[in-house]
Nanobody, 117 residues
Framework: QVQLEESGGGLVQAGGSLRLSCRAS??????????MAWYRQAPGKLRELVAT???????NYADFAQGRFTISRENAETTVYLQMNSLKPEDTAVYYC?????????WGQGTQVTVSS
């Protein structure tokens, strides 16, 4: 089993940057062969996909993230990152990581990102 812990969120002004981290513990072998993803959930909205990354670091992005966000992973550290640049107020949400498709791991607590205008 894999446990996920997100960190790196905070309050930032529009145009600023944040780097989110997601550390996986437990069965590290599973992590290294799992395509991972970042998701976000804004108040009153459904959780949505932000970006995905394959075990070999092939990445894909939602339209809103393309060109501003970069997903990466360090398998040796069982960590997935999300570098977010040019942040907008509409990026305000709780950000989570998990596998990019079922079966998913138990969701972590997420990390709050708040972008002020």
């Amino acid at each position: 089993q894999v446990q996920l812990e997100e960190s790196g969120g905070g309050l930032v002004q529009a145009g600023g940057s944040l780097r989110l981290s997601c550390r996986a513990s437990g069965n590290k072998i599973i992590f290294t062969v799992t395509s991972m993803a970042w998701y976000r959930q804004a108040p009153g909205k459904l959780r949505e996909l932000v970006a995905t990354i394959s075990p070999y670091s092939s990445a894909n992005y939602a339209d809103f993230a393309q060109g501003r966000f970069t997903i990466s992973r360090e398998n040796a550290e069982t960590t997935v990152y999300l570098q977010m640049n040019s942040l907008k107020p509409e990026d305000t949400a709780v950000y989570y990581c998990n596998s990019d498709s079922p079966p998913r791991y138990s969701w972590g607590q997420g990390t709050q990102v708040t972008v002020s205008s």
